[in-house]
């Protein structure tokens, strides 16, 4: 490749140090398996599984036929008032993997989408059964919902809404996050301290009267924050206390579906069922782009009333139910079953912990959290600069060891593939240990 064009300003990359990519671009233009190939043919291993997408690894030979396949026939078509096959095959697909009770999909292209689509959805469920004072929506600090005005307003990421500060949608609360070093550090999976935090959201029903609020919207597992495991029974006291005031539960399980947490969906390993739940990325093993909103029942028949030629949800994307991306879709959720993916996935969990929790006696280290194939090794802020100790792990793996390795600040998160080598995992982790060891 052209390095002027490497180099080249043109691409404002997201959530991205642009200035600093700049300098030195990491580029990649192949990827096979577990393997990312950079446009200098470097061979890179990806202990994120793309962006928490991938878990599959990369051009998966199945996906990538079935991709082919679909583009040459039925490229697009429509997809107000007129449907294509795949969408209609997919939505049986998923909602046949969900909890029982959520029968009804909505295709989106995205997580973010999802999330908005989530949050409309509730809205009008509400005044569709004469609640129309129910339009309060209930987030939780640290949670990341995607950067539209929907998600950013419900999300509680400081850094993704401070510049919109005054913009975000009205009628918005949180509820505290779970996260206590004191109580909680180094804990392997689920800690057993903080069910008691659920209790906020009772806080805000005092505040605000039940009857007015919609909808609240959590991570099974908060991710992009650095990976926060709720504590036990906590998602069972947020679905009393929803149930108690007749708030909808939205679980944002863009990251937790699909294997992440060895079940299709993580309401299915927690054994609590949210109204709602809002999917992306493994949906397609994040070969297109596409999310899912999946709603009980009773909340589609809510909107089925009024003249039958009527639209019933004024909402909807040029892409939902893309063909291309709907069999991709299809051909990932065959792949997971043919190779026993989440089975896999479960098998790897104990051997990932174990990697993880090596580094608790680092001297950089300050908490190591894990649950499923998520987790995070937290380490301190350096004086005066905190992310750049994260951000030079990043890309000293990149660089100088072939590892590409997520930090969001300094916290180094890992989303491994489902179906990962346990050998490939442990040279990955002794690299990162030989890389902390030499930063400062
Ligand atoms: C829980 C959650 N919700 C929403 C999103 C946003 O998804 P997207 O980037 O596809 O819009 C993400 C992305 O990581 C996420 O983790």
Redesign the pocket.
């Known amino acids: 490749m052209n390095a002027a064009i490497e180099k080249s300003p043109a691409y404002w990359l997201p959530f991205t140090a642009n200035r600093d990519f700049r300098k030195k671009p990491r580029v990649i233009s192949g990827a096979s398996g577990h393997y990312y190939t950079t446009v200098g043919g470097a061979k890179l291993y990806d202990t994120f599984s793309g ?2 997408t991938s878990g599959l690894g990369h051009c998966h030979p199945k996906i990538v036929e079935a991709v082919q396949q679909q583009v040459a026939k039925l490229d697009y078509c429509m997809g107000f008032q007129v449907t294509n096959d795949r969408a209609l095959e997919l939505a049986e697909r998923v909602t046949g993997m969900a909890p029982k009770a959520l029968t009804h999909c909505f295709f989106t292209n ?6 908005d689509t989530a949050l409309k959805i509730a809205l009008g469920y509400h005044r569709a059964r004469g609640e129309g004072n129910r339009t309060r929506l209930i987030g939780r600090e640290r949670a ?4 539209n005005f929907g ?1 950013m307003s419900v999300g509680g990421i400081v850094p993704n809404r401070k510049v919109f500060s005054a913009n975000l949608i009205p009628g918005v609360d949180h509820i505290r996050h779970t996260h206590d070093l004191e109580h909680n550090a180094f804990t392997r999976g689920l800690p057993a301290w903080g069910a008691h935090l659920a209790d906020d959201l009772e806080r805000l029903c005092g505040l605000h009267d039940g009857s007015n609020i919609a909808a609240v919207i959590v ?1 099974p597992v908060a ?2 924050t650095g990976v926060l495991p709720p504590p036990v029974g906590y998602l069972e006291r947020l679905r009393e206390i929803c149930d108690r005031h007749g708030i909808l539960l939205i679980f ?1 399980e ?2 937790a579906a699909f294997g992440r947490l060895a079940k299709p969906f993580g309401a299915q390993r927690f054994g609590v069922t949210p109204d709602i739940i ?1 999917t ?2 493994g949906l397609t093993n994040g070969v297109m782009p596409m ?1 899912a909103v999946l709603v009980r029942d009773d909340i589609y028949d809510a909107f089925m009333q009024g003249p039958e030629y009527m639209i019933e949800l004024f909402h909807g994307y040029t892409y939902s139910g893309h063909p291309v991306a709907a069999s991709a879709g299809l051909a990932t959720m065959q792949v997971y079953d043919d190779e026993g993916t989440f089975e896999q996935a479960a098998a790897l969990e104990q051997h990932f912990e174990d990697l993880l929790h090596s580094f608790a006696d680092h001297k950089h280290v300050i908490d190591v959290r894990n649950f499923g194939l998520m987790g995070c090794i937290e380490m301190a802020p350096r004086d005066g600069a905190p992310g750049a100790r994260g951000a030079e792990v990043h890309k000293k793996c990149f660089w100088e060891e072939n590892l590409v390795v997520r930090n969001g600040m300094d916290g180094l998160q890992f989303s491994p593939f489902l179906n990962s080598d346990p050998d490939e995992m442990t040279r990955s982790f002794e690299t990162i240990r030989r890389v902390i060891d030499t930063i400062e």
Do not use: F, M, N, R
């Open positions: 962006l928490w995205s997580g973010s989408e999802s999330v990341y919902h995607g950067v998600g991570e991710g992009s944002d863009v990251i809002t992306a990325k999310g």
